[in-house]
């Protein structure tokens, strides 16, 4: 009888160790998925934060790009006002320099039967241009007229005024 009763205690001792394990692992079941759970949370709590930031990123690229633009366009402007502003100092500056320069005007002479000669290289041809302050004088083109200026304005000057 002794013995059945430690068989009996025993059965019963193993009865409320499994019934301690089941706990136990019920226990830990309802761990594992309380620590998913806030994996989960805390899984989409960063992906809302990085899909923030991104925005934020994205927003501040857009001002950074629009600004750069607004730079580039305003730098334009500046380099495209200076530049004509230089061009007029120094358009002013050959003008003033070109006081005593040929006649803007120059005619085309053409006669297939007669060959002229630029006053200045000396080239023969059928086509000139023609001194408008004189009329008698031939070039090339104006580059010569220009260059033969200084030797010429004296002539020019005399048959301009004889007329």
């Not at 068989?7 to 309802?30: F, G, M, P, T």
């Not at 070109?98 to 041809?125: I, R």
Request: hydrophobic content about 25%; proline content about 1%.
């Amino acid at each position: 009888m002794a013995n059945s009763k430690i068989n009996e205690e025993k059965a019963q001792i193993e009865k409320k160790k499994e019934l301690v394990r089941r706990q136990i692992e019920k226990e830990k079941e309802s761990s594992r998925v309380a620590v998913d759970n806030v994996y989960f949370r805390a899984k989409q709590s960063i992906e809302a934060l990085i899909s923030d930031k991104n925005k934020e990123l994205e927003d501040a690229m857009t001002r950074m790009e629009r600004q750069h633009k607004e730079e580039i366009a305003r730098v334009k402007t500046q380099t495209r006002e200076k530049t004509i502003q230089e061009f007029v100092e120094i358009r002013k500056r050959k003008m003033s320099e070109l006081e005593g320069s040929p006649p803007d005007k120059v005619s085309k002479v053409e006669d297939e039967g007669t060959k002229f000669t630029c006053a200045n290289c000396g080239k023969l041809s059928t086509s000139m241009l023609m001194c408008s302050g004189c009329d008698v004088t031939t070039y090339c083109d104006e580059n010569c007229q220009k260059k033969d200026w200084c030797k010429h304005k004296e002539h020019c000057n005399e048959a301009a005024e004889a007329d």
